[in-house]
Nanobody
Framework: QVQLVESGGGLVQAGGSLRLSCAASGRTFNKYVMGWFRQAPGKEREFVAA????????YYADSVKGRFTISRDNTKNMVYLQMNSLKPEDTAIYYC??????????????????WGQGTQVIVSS
């Protein structure tokens, strides 16, 4: 079992930055692929980024590539999402998620086993 708690959301102007954090409980944190998803009002939840167990491999949605960076610190059971050059279309609730296994290139939210409660990000124009 893994419990996830996100933080760091807020209101920011377009072009600004935010850093989201996800605190994970559980002794086997370093055996989970970690991902970030987001859901805007009236839209389906969409994949944002994923990171491998070791942190050596990352994968991004095309819409955030070059602007967002996912990272993890297995010594602290933490995952981060650094978001730069934010756009109004990045406005959404951002969720941290964990999945067993090693494959990080699946964008389907259904393959993720554990989810946080989400943190709101609002980007004003």
């Amino acid at each position: 079992q893994v419990q996830l708690v996100e933080s760091g959301g807020g209101l920011v102007q377009a072009g600004g930055s935010l850093r989201l954090s996800c605190a994970a409980s559980g002794r086997t944190f370093n055996k989970y692929v970690m991902g970030w998803f987001r859901q805007a009002p009236g839209k389906e939840r969409e994949f944002v980024a994923a990171i491998s167990w070791s942190g050596d491999t990352t994968y991004y949605a095309d819409s955030v590539k070059g602007r967002f960076t996912i990272s993890r610190d297995n010594t602290k059971n933490m995952v981060y999402l650094q978001m730069n050059s934010l756009k109004p279309e990045d406005t959404a609730i951002y969720y941290c998620a964990a999945k067993s296994g090693t494959y990080i290139y699946n964008k389907n939210s259904r393959v993720y086993d554990f989810w946080g409660q989400g943190t709101q990000v609002i980007v004003s124009s």
